[in-house]
């Protein structure tokens, strides 16, 4: 064990502050620090992470794991996770610095962590034993899917270096008000509100044709909104013994109106679950704008924050399993 330098031990000794309380980033980095499963992450990503041997030693795959998640959690850009691990004490002590003795890893350092990332799509790699390590520990995926999709906007804007805006991203109509950017499409369970499965497309996508890669197979009941309705054969084509409780389109000045609408906000109550996942990404997380140019690595970012929402919806079964 190394010997703790004066930097650390003002890190992690507090007893001296006496009129100091945990603040609510101390109590979710707490939190996340014991159920969040590291050694089941990180050796997704460990065949693809640089060896010690010639030139300079890598930072530590589980160190790099922290930051990187922190800027998740924070919506952070390279630069500003640095620095703020420079400014926080709450942040060094979850990612492990010791400023006594070496350096917060630079902006360059995660920009190519990110980049690895991206190369071999570890973000669905990394989505994927989320889902895994929860359902073997009792949370399993039923017979029950909400679909859904919200869009993640990007800049509209030409005034860049190549005048043009993002060839990837494309405009689209909702309402009256038009949007440009991407779309995130989730497959949530209706039991436990755990994303399934995820498709990143760009906004002008519609709804409807990423519908079969978000259902398991197993389905007995799909819910979702209006904008799934009618799509019985697209929902068999993947779950042939699901039922559609999708809702239907009210037909305004119809005999059976008020009917219609009371059988959408039954199906609804089930079918809001869907709006939490998007609540934690979105709002909680600040990812409802895109920060990099191009699907793949908003991709990428999309499929870890699906996650690691996922495992801070289920915080509460999973706290208590690892309570001592």
Known sequence: MKQQT?????????????YRRPTRRDAFLATMEEIVPWSQLCAVIEPHYPKAGNGRPPVGL????????????????????????????ALRRFVGIDLGRERVPDATTLLKFRRLLEKNKLGEALFAKVGEVLQARGLKVGVGTIVDATIIGAPSSTKNTDGKRDPEMHQTRKGKQYFFGMKMHIGVDSQT???HSAVITAANVHDKHPLPDLLHGQEQRVW?????????????????????????????????????????????????????????VKRLWGFDKVRY??????????????GLANIYLARGALYEQVRP
């Open 293 to 306: 140019r191009g699907l793949a690595k908003n991709a990428t970012r999309s499929f870890v924050a699906l």
């Open 224 to 280: 979702g909104d209006s904008a799934y309705s009618s799509q019985q054969a697209l929902i068999r084509s993947k779950a042939p013994h699901a039922a559609d409780w999708t809702n239907q389109r009210v037909r305004k000045g119809s005999a059976i109106e008020e009917l219609e609408r009371l059988v959408n906000r039954i199906k609804s109550k089930v079918r809001a679950r869907v709006e939490h996942v998007f609540a934690v």
């Open 193 to 195: 509100g755990l994303t």
């Open 62 to 89: 589980e160190r790099m794991l922290r930051m990187y998640f922190v800027q998740q959690w924070f919506n952070l850009a390279d630069a500003a996770c640095e620095d703020a691990l420079l400014d926080s004490t």
């Open 6 to 18: 004066l930097a650390m031990a003002a890190d992690q000794n507090a007893q001296y502050e006496q």
